[in-house]
């Protein structure tokens, strides 16, 4: 069923299945930007809409293979609605025919990409992007941050969400869903709750109705394509290199003002020693 008809279908999910906890697998067609089939047929709200219901899994597969594995992984689970999202248009081109089923347990999400300073969280098909940036980005400067494919906006991979925010200065969200409530809202929720709270930025579909227009040009009007990310990465780096150096302005500054107070102490108390022995 396509994402954009399963706005309709909210108060049926609720009180058909997910009140009684029934299992309900549903495959969300063209989620995200649709293209040229118009603003009405985006499908930007299946996150953030089914994310609020109790006992839902929300998978979204980054290839044909998760794909096919999180088909085959929703075919197994026993209770609640299972809701798999994916886009309009082709895959990723693996050879997901001739792989084994897998199963991919709810809430469990992978490091693709590791790096430094800032962690990528992204899902579905905009994890692939998020590394071709990362990859380029690197090539290019030598910087690149770590890409985290999350794979189930619900629930979350707590485990893998607590190491990013103990390990890194900065989080970026990837996601073609709207900004408000979706992945985004998901981490930001999670972040707030830990003892030091990282700066997270959004890159998603904004908080607006997105016209008609090709994919192409919908995703890089709304900054998810490889080359708008790189911009994103290296911004968000640029950051961080001038905290670095600000702070160490701050500690030249503070050395500058009250140094010759430390060089009289230090004096003073090698004369008090050496009176001591005497």
Known sequence: IYSSFMQRAYDNI?????????????????????????????GCYDMAVYRTLPGTVIAAPK???ELKNMMYTASLAEEGP??????RGYGEGTAWKEQPFEVMEPGKGELLLKGSDIAVIAAGPSVNRAVEAALRMKEETGWNPSIYNIRYIKPLDTTLLSEICRDYSRII???EGCITGGLYGAVAEFASSQE?????KAVAIPDRYL???TQQELREECGLTTEELEKVFESEFEKISKKDLTDRLKYDIIFIRYGHLIV???TAGKFFVRCLRS
Do not use: W
Not at 82 to 87: D, G, S
Not at 196 to 200: E, F
């Open 211 to 213: 016209s008609q227009g």
């Open 264 to 266: 009289r102490l230090l």
């Open 14 to 42: 609720i009180h058909d299945a997910a009140i009684m906890n029934l299992n309900l697998v549903l495959c969300l067609d063209r989620a995200g930007i649709v293209g040229e089939d118009g603003a009405t047929h985006h």
């Open 82 to 87: 299972f809701i798999i999202r994916y886009p």
């Open 173 to 175: 969200t990837v996601e």
């Open 196 to 200: 030091d709270p990282k700066p997270i």
């Open 63 to 65: 290839d044909e293979t």
